[in-house]
């Protein structure tokens, strides 16, 4: 017996749910930002907004501190142009990236990306995340820096992605939310935004969701809204039964809602 559905055509007894089913149950929650996705996009949203002073909500479908893309792990680092072994300008890579895309791509956030990637990494760094080859481990590499023991990747000439050991970068982020006070619902899946006096195109005021265990309804109203979810493609399934990481196919627990929303 391999999977779910063999066990249940053997005729035996299926287990019964083992949440409190509360489908009838509606949470209202406000917040000045709402950030819909606790990956690391969303994690960093989160931290950054909270430390400028504003209170911050953040809702996963899953369990925020190992869910997302870089739930798994992360290896490495793209784009961190100003990290001081770095040949290529923020400009330069924008540039470059929209060159090779043919323009289909955002220039804007591609240009944020390679100006500030160096930074959020350092940020990592402090929480806990080790991005430098302390032990000395790859020494004398010619993906390697001596001077900074940073490693890099793909790329040994211009050095712009750094390799890292980020097993523990999802814990280190949702320990650092947790410290500062962000207030985290996990297992809640958007349904919808929601739009000033219910008009389409009006302001964002926030998001509604479900909870994927009990069934109960959240209304989040928030004075900015962030959309962090992952695409409906590329995503980590722990599904011992399917395929992770592989592409569109694979992908059935991550069915795009942030961009369904959005759009």
């Known amino acids: 017996m391999t999977t779910w559905h063999t066990y249940v055509q053997t005729g035996a007894p299926v287990p019964e749910w083992p949440y409190p089913i ?5 949470n209202e929650v406000s917040t ?8 690391i996009a969303g994690c960093h949203a989160a931290i950054n907004a909270l430390r400028e002073g504003a209170k911050v909500v953040v809702l996963d479908k899953g369990n925020t501190k190992r869910s997302g893309q870089g739930g798994a792990g992360v290896d490495h680092w793209l784009g961190a142009c100003t990290n ?15 060159h090779d895309t043919g323009g289909y791509t955002n220039g804007i956030s591609r240009y944020i990306t390679a100006k500030e990637g160096w930074d959020a990494l350092l940020d990592c760094e402090r ?26 990747a793909y ?9 890292v050991w980020g097993h523990n970068m999802k814990p280190c982020l949702h320990k650092e939310m947790k410290r500062l006070g962000v207030s985290i619902y996990d297992r809640v899946m958007v349904t919808g935004l929601l739009s ?3 008009v389409q195109g009006a ?6 969701g479900i909870n994927v265990r009990t069934g109960e309804f959240y209304v989040f109203s928030a004075k900015a809204t962030v959309v962090a979810t992952n695409s409906p493609s590329r ?3 722990f599904s011992l039964e399917q395929t992770g990481g592989g592409g569109e196919l694979y992908e059935i627990n991550n069915s795009g809602d942030g961009h369904a929303a959005a759009w």
């Open 22 to 26: 509360r489908y009838n149950k509606v």
């Open 196 to 198: 000033e006096g219910g």
């Open 203 to 208: 302001r964002i005021v926030g998001a509604t």
């Open 155 to 163: 790329d040994y000439v211009n050095r712009i992605h750094v390799r």
């Open 32 to 39: 000045d930002v709402l950030i819909l996705g606790g990956g």
């Open 127 to 152: 929480m806990g995340v080790q991005i430098r080859d302390v032990n000395d481990e790859f020494k004398g590499a010619d993906f390697r820096d001596d001077a900074t023991k940073l490693l890099f």
């Open 235 to 237: 995503n980590w399934n």
């Open 84 to 98: 001081p072994c770095s040949k290529v300008s923020p400009e330069e890579a924008a540039d470059r990236f929209v």
